[in-house]
C-alpha cells in the first residue's frame, strides 16, 4: 500500500522500494507461485509502466498473470491483471491487442452483478477511452451512456465518480460536434464537483 500511494505521488523510487519488499517478503512467506505474490508483481508492473519500462511492464504483467491463472485468483483481481495488460498495449500503440485483451477482461466479470462492481466499470471504461481512440465513437458513447446509467442507479448523479464519467462523456461530445450536450454534461459535472469539493479543488 505504501508503494502504490508513493507511486500516486509519483515519487517512483520509493514507490519501487516498498514494492520490491512486498514482493520479496510475500516470496518468503508464500512463494513465487502464490496468488499474493502475484498481486504485488501486477503492482510492480503498474509502476514499471509509469515509468516509461513497458518491455518490463509487459513481461511482469504476463508473469503474473500465468500466476494467477494456474492458482484460480479470484476473478476480479485477474480481470485487473488483464486490464493493466490491455492498457499497457494501448500506451505503445497496440490498440486491436489491447481491445482484446479488454474483452479477456470484461468476459470474467460480464454478470448481471459483476456490472455493478467497480472493477468491471473500470474495464469497461477503458474500453470505451480505447474505443473512442480509434474513432469508434458511437461505441464508446453506448458504453459512457450505459456506466452512467448503472452509476446513477447505484449513487445517485451527485457522486464525483459520476462527474468523472460526465466529463469523459463530454469530451466525446466534443470529438462529434454536438456542443450543447458538451455544455450540459460539463455544467452538470462543473456543479457536483463544485458541491463536493469547493471552488479551489484540481477537477
Not at 519488499?21 to 502475484?38: C, G, M, P, V, W
Not at 476473478?75 to 474483452?103: C, D, H, P, R, T
Not at 472493477?119 to 469508434?136: C, D, F, H, P, W
Request: aromatic share 10%.
Amino acid at each position: 500500500d505504501m508503494g502504490l500511494m508513493y507511486s500516486a505521488l509519483g515519487n517512483f523510487e520509493k514507490a519501487e522500494n516498498y514494492l520490491e519488499q512486498a514482493l520479496q517478503i510475500r516470496k518468503q512467506l508464500f512463494t513465487e507461485q502464490s496468488n499474493d505474490y502475484a498481486i504485488a508483481l501486477n503492482n510492480k508492473a503498474v509502476l514499471y509502466n509509469q515509468k516509461g519500462h513497458f518491455t518490463d511492464a509487459q513481461s511482469t504483467v504476463n508473469q503474473a498473470i500465468q500466476i494467477a491463472e494456474v492458482k484460480n485468483l479470484d476473478k476480479s483481481i485477474l480481470a485487473i491483471m488483464y486490464n493493466n495488460k490491455a492498457y499497457f498495449q494501448q500506451v505503445v500503440g497496440q490498440n486491436q491487442k489491447a481491445l482484446e485483451f479488454y474483452e479477456t477482461a470484461l468476459k470474467m466479470v460480464d454478470d448481471e452483478k459483476s456490472q455493478k462492481s467497480l472493477t468491471y466499470q473500470r474495464v469497461i471504461v477503458n474500453k470505451a477511452l480505447l474505443l473512442q481512440e480509434m474513432g469508434k465513437k458511437e461505441d464508446a458513447l453506448a458504453i459512457y451512456e450505459k456506466v452512467l446509467k448503472v452509476k446513477k442507479g447505484q449513487f445517485g448523479t451527485n457522486s464525483p465518480d459520476y462527474a468523472h464519467l460526465l466529463n469523459l462523456t463530454a469530451s466525446l461530445y466534443m470529438q462529434m460536434g454536438e456542443y450543447k450536450k458538451v455544455e450540459s454534461y460539463l455544467q452538470d459535472a462543473y456543479s457536483i464537483y463544485k458541491k463536493k469539493f469547493g471552488d479551489n479543488h484540481p477537477s
